[in-house]
């Protein structure tokens, strides 16, 4: 388990990895930015067949593969944390949406998958 910057990456059970808070953070404080790999339309499909299908982000029209953490965040109906893309820099920032204890697991709510913006 490394513990890098206000982040650290430990097992969860039934879940796999998960992203967990090194400090207190407070709402709006930014956790993590990092890059994004865009998906074009015609290779979706392709990637849907693989492992990968479960790392794809949909954002309006577009897909999207995290880099960094992105991909690690677990999802929760009830998250502490937002993913919010920024296209034109093809990034991603994660921001806290409310006060997150040390050691405690931050989620994000993963958009709805719907066939219509594969």
Same mark, same amino acid.
């Given at each position: 388990m490394e513990r890098v910057g206000l982040i650290y990456i430990k097992e969860v059970e039934g879940k796999g990895r998960?992203?967990?808070? !090194?400090?207190?953070l407070v709402t709006n404080q930014c956790i993590e930015i990092s890059p994004i790999i865009l998906i074009p339309a015609s290779d979706v499909t392709k990637i849907k067949e693989?492992?990968?299908?479960?790392y794809i982000f949909g954002w309006n029209d577009l897909a999207f593969i995290g880099l960094g953490n992105v991909s690690l965040y677990n999802h929760s109906d009830e998250p502490n944390a937002e993913a919010i893309p920024v296209i034109a820099e093809k990034s991603v920032i994660i921001n806290a949406i409310q006060e997150?204890?040390?050691n405690t697991e931050i989620c994000i !709510?993963?958009?709805q998958?719907?066939?219509s913006w594969f």
């Amino acid at each position: 388990m490394e513990r890098v910057g206000l982040i650290y990456i430990k097992e969860v059970e039934g879940k796999g990895r998960g992203v967990f808070c !090194k400090e207190r953070l407070v709402t709006n404080q930014c956790i993590e930015i990092s890059p994004i790999i865009l998906i074009p339309a015609s290779d979706v499909t392709k990637i849907k067949e693989t492992m990968l299908n479960e790392y794809i982000f949909g954002w309006n029209d577009l897909a999207f593969i995290g880099l960094g953490n992105v991909s690690l965040y677990n999802h929760s109906d009830e998250p502490n944390a937002e993913a919010i893309p920024v296209i034109a820099e093809k990034s991603v920032i994660i921001n806290a949406i409310q006060e997150i204890e040390p050691n405690t697991e931050i989620c994000i !709510k993963y958009p709805q998958r719907q066939d219509s913006w594969f």
